[in-house]
């Protein structure tokens, strides 16, 4: 069940957030693809504080992938935590038990080609062969993706890519995060975006070759920019705000995944709610007394008109880096 609850995570958030990562027009460093591996400490990006008279909110801006073997201090976020009451940390997608059961049902529709039909017997010419150079590029053989939807094929290829260029996944902050706050007894609450039950229905229903659009958004962010996703990291990683927002316009996702079965629900509707759901939790957190801890993706923190910018216009006090 953890297996198919990151593959549905990925479909609305991981892959489209990378995307969105590698697609700025910036001067990214180049990028040595057979670099070691060094363990450093690395700083991260200071902490934004939002408060009002008698309530504060810390605030860390988190990517998906960092370089990997980086030590993260973490000491601000300790001390801010031996003093606060809440933390605050995303849950894309809430799963229910009657969740688990509809998985137990209808997990092969969502994730697998429906009818066990191989992606070469309907994906465009063009865009099988993209996929197939890239696939022989990263040492994966293409029985392993036949017969997965477009868009897990490409989420595959792309978590191989990122390897490949010394990127791991982000989510270690999260997991030091909240292993600190059970350190300092502080209570962790998940800030959903939606339940799982939509997303299932319309991935279950999904047309075949619906999610094409999306499998060539993910080949173009491997094919030409990985030295911008790896620039990205290392932004974050020394602490580089002012680099870090030159990666926080996003492109235009909805042709990944542009309309999930038919059922006009669009990244973007997700991503838009998501930050609705993010304004009212820290809102209601900053109407009572006390210092709290939120951990939240720097691609809805800080785009422009994102959730940084609303709490501004919100009328709340934001210092920061």
């Not at 810390?58 to 601000?76: C, E, K, M, Y």
């Not at 049902?105 to 993209?130: E, F, H, I, M, W």
């Not at 927002?245 to 997700?270: E, K, M, P, Q």
């Amino acid at each position: 069940m953890r297996t198919m609850k990151w593959m549905l995570a990925a479909a609305c958030f991981g892959s489209a957030s990378l995307i969105h990562a590698g697609a700025q027009e910036v001067s990214a460093p180049p990028v040595a693809l057979d670099q070691d591996v060094i363990v450093v400490e690395a700083p991260g990006p200071e902490l934004w504080r939002v408060h009002d008279r008698d309530s504060e909110i810390f605030i860390l801006a988190t990517i998906n992938a960092l370089p990997r073997g980086f030590r993260w201090n973490s000491r601000p976020i300790a001390a801010v935590l031996e003093r606060a009451d809440r933390l605050y940390v995303s849950e894309p997608i809430s799963f229910g038990l009657d969740d688990v059961a509809r998985l137990l049902v209808t997990r092969r529709d969502a994730v697998r080609n429906p009818d066990g039909l191989p992606l070469k017997d309907y994906l465009p010419t063009s865009l099988y062969q993209r996929l197939e150079a890239t696939a022989a590029q990263e040492g994966l053989a293409m029985d392993d993706l036949e017969l997965w939807r477009p868009y897990i094929a490409g989420g595959r290829l792309l978590g191989a890519a990122l390897q490949d260029v010394g990127l791991d996944s982000g989510a270690v902050i999260v997991r030091e995060t909240r292993r600190l706050a059970r350190r300092a007894r502080v209570r962790v609450e998940e800030v959903e975006a939606m339940r799982a039950r939509p997303l299932i229905d319309a991935l279950n229903a999904m047309p075949i070759g619906r999610d094409n659009a999306c499998l060539a958004l993910q080949l173009e962010a491997i094919e030409v920019q990985l030295p911008a996703l790896r620039a990205r990291a290392d932004a974050w990683a020394g602490g580089d705000v002012a680099a870090l927002r030159n990666f926080s316009t996003l492109v235009d996702s909805s042709a990944c995944l542009s309309s999930l079965g038919g059922s006009g629900l669009t990244f973007r509707d997700v991503e838009n709610r998501f930050m609705a759901t993010w304004l009212t939790t820290l809102s209601e957190g900053l109407s009572r007394p006390g210092t709290r801890l939120a951990l939240i993706s720097a691609d809805i923190f800080l785009r422009p008109n994102g959730l940084l910018q609303q709490l501004r216009a919100a009328g709340y006090a934001v210092e920061g880096p």
